[in-house]
């Protein structure tokens, strides 16, 4: 943290503070505040002068007395057991700012300190930070890097406060979040255009119309109703029916009860009228025309004031769908063709529930937007990282991933990694595994092609052999060239590579001398080989060929 040497709440500290997204001004743009909406914090840090940035830092951020503060901070202290000093830091990357009510002098502790209120007291007792301050609070665990915070509510007396410690690691997964927040409102103050219509106002009815007086006796004797008539029409057709501002709409509802009060005043003045005389046609007539006039007047703003609100309303929501789906747009555009962002959760309409103005309308929805913004960036960025885990960790392994999608849109960068290895490990080992079944089946065939194309060995007298595990296993007679035995059907029989052994004893031979024979073994007892004990004739005359042609090559070579 670079700590500056301003004194909180001097003009130069005011001045700096507009410089630097500030941690008291996090709950706004993360739309928690009570105090300020998110387009209310917009407007004025893309338009506001200095003077107007100072006024709402001290009238809306910092309504508390210093006094309160400078009562509480010896309490403070022993519960820190350390002095806490007052200090405005900047974090390293010279972007957000943070006014500590009180730091110590290695940073590992900070004091954020608010005044009393009842509510924020209920939270604290409930042991959780008002979510209207979470924000400022996170901010300044990111900028000071401390380790701890003593939250308090307070009234500037021991027994006046309640007060909470927050831990860094319970605030660490949302310093991201801020960082991302922050970065999408700078960019909204860069793309800042004013809204046509920002001031809300109560609107206005028509102005009231003079007292229709009429006094009857057989005949009209006394009446005012030509003036009454020309003045009623002249408000009435003046009446606004294009509704387009807070303003238009306001005025429009208190007519729709102007022209009620009307109608009612009229129907009086009617019925007062009838009372005296049951016949003035002309009188009732006119009064006739203009209640029809003014119920007419109603009824039309009445409707326009609910479609028109309607659609109002409808464009908002609409104009936001239309943000949301550019913005998803053009973060697949960065991802590259096979990869799509999955569903980005966001409620437009849900947030615009409860909300009668078009301006508290604009400002939820904006809100709404900028928090789908940044979770979209959030999740497009660990996507980017995935996609790049996967260039470079399975660079010719890329047929192992054909489920890239699901992979770089549902795991961690840590879990990506992990997998990554594991496929590509087990890849390598089937494909060793492959090749060595290949090489062995190679092997064994031509092996097989050299004994067949062998010489056959001179005629033996052919014994009889009994094993343990191939009893009774006599040998078969030579074939009429003399060669080898012809092979048999497969008995079921098995007998063991020692039992091989014992039978030409004081000779040896191994599973791989076997092989080199033209014979594999078909099965396996633990570690001992298997071989069809039908096959011992065929083997043993395979071993006395193979002695009688070395000897021959031997005698040759002599």
Excluded at 12 to 31: D, I, V
Excluded at 228 to 239: L, P
Excluded at 296 to 315: A, H, P
């Amino acid at each position: 943290m670079q700590t500056l040497d301003l004194q909180q709440g001097s003009d130069e500290w005011n001045a700096t503070r507009a410089r630097y997204n500030t941690a008291s001004e996090a709950p706004a743009m993360m739309g928690a505040s009570k105090k300020t909406t998110r387009n209310e914090l917009l407007r004025m840090k893309a338009t506001g002068s200095e003077k107007e940035f100072s006024d709402w830092v001290r009238e809306v951020l910092f309504e508390r007395g210093h006094e309160i503060e400078a009562a509480a901070r010896p309490f403070a202290e022993s519960l820190v057991g350390e002095e806490l000093y007052p200090a405005t830091g900047v974090s390293d990357d010279g972007k957000r700012l943070s006014s500590f009510d009180g730091i110590t002098m290695a940073g590992i502790v900070i004091w954020e300190c608010k005044q009393w209120n009842e509510a924020k007291a209920d939270d604290v007792r409930a042991g959780q930070i008002p979510e209207e301050d979470y924000w400022q609070v996170v901010q300044q665990f990111d900028v000071s890097s401390a380790a701890r915070c003593l939250y308090m509510v307070t009234d500037g007396t021991e027994a006046g406060s309640v007060y909470l410690w927050i831990e860094r690691a319970s605030v660490e997964a949302d310093i991201e979040r801020l960082h991302a927040g922050w970065a999408q409102f700078n960019k909204d103050v860069a793309s800042y255009q004013p809204p046509q219509q920002e001031v809300i106002v109560a609107g206005t009815a028509p102005e009231t119309l003079p007292a229709l007086r009429v006094e009857i006796s057989g005949r009209v004797v006394a009446s005012n109703l030509d003036s009454f008539r020309s003045h009623a029409v002249a408000v009435i057709e003046a009446i606004n029916t294009e509704l387009e501002t807070d303003e238009d709409f306001a005025s429009a509802e208190k007519t729709v009860k102007w022209c009620s009060d009307v109608e009612d005043r009229l129907a009086a003045t009617k019925d007062a009228a009838q009372s005296q005389a049951a016949d003035i046609d002309t009188v009732f007539r006119t009064m006739d025309e203009i209640s029809a006039m003014v119920r007419e007047k109603r009824l039309l703003l009445n409707r326009l004031v609910t479609e028109q609100k309607k659609q109002r309303r409808d464009n908002i929501l609409l104009k936001a769908r239309e943000a949301s789906d550019n913005h998803i747009a053009e973060i697949n555009s960065t991802l590259g063709p096979r990869i799509r962002m999955p569903a980005v959760p966001v409620d437009f309409a849900g947030v615009m529930k409860g909300k009668r103005t078009l301006s508290s309308l604009q400002n939820a929805v904006d809100t709404e937007l900028a928090r789908f913004k940044i979770e979209a960036d959030r999740i497009a960025n660990g996507i980017r990282k995935n996609l790049e885990l996967l260039r470079a960790d399975a660079k010719g392994y890329e047929t192992l991933f054909a489920d890239a999608q699901a992979l770089v849109t549902s795991k961690t960068p840590e879990d990506l990694a992990n997998l990554i290895r594991v496929r590509i490990t087990e890849h390598r080992a089937a494909e060793e595994e492959k090749r060595r079944a290949e090489e062995q089946a190679k092997a064994a065939a031509e092996d097989r092609a050299k004994a067949a194309a062998a010489p056959p060995p001179a005629p033996m007298p052919t014994q009889a052999v009994e094993t343990a595990s191939a009893p009774a296993a006599a040998a078969q007679p030579a074939n009429e060239t003399g060669g080898a035995p012809a092979p048999v059907a497969d008995s079921g029989q098995r007998m063991k590579l020692g039992d091989i052994n014992a039978l030409i004893a004081p000779l040896s031979i191994s599973a791989d001398g076997l092989a080199q024979l033209g014979f594999t073994h078909v099965g396996q007892e633990k570690a001992a080989k298997l071989y069809r004990a039908s096959d011992w004739p065929r083997i043993a005359a395979r071993l006395v060929q193979h002695i009688q042609q070395a000897g021959s090559e031997m005698a040759r070579a002599a």
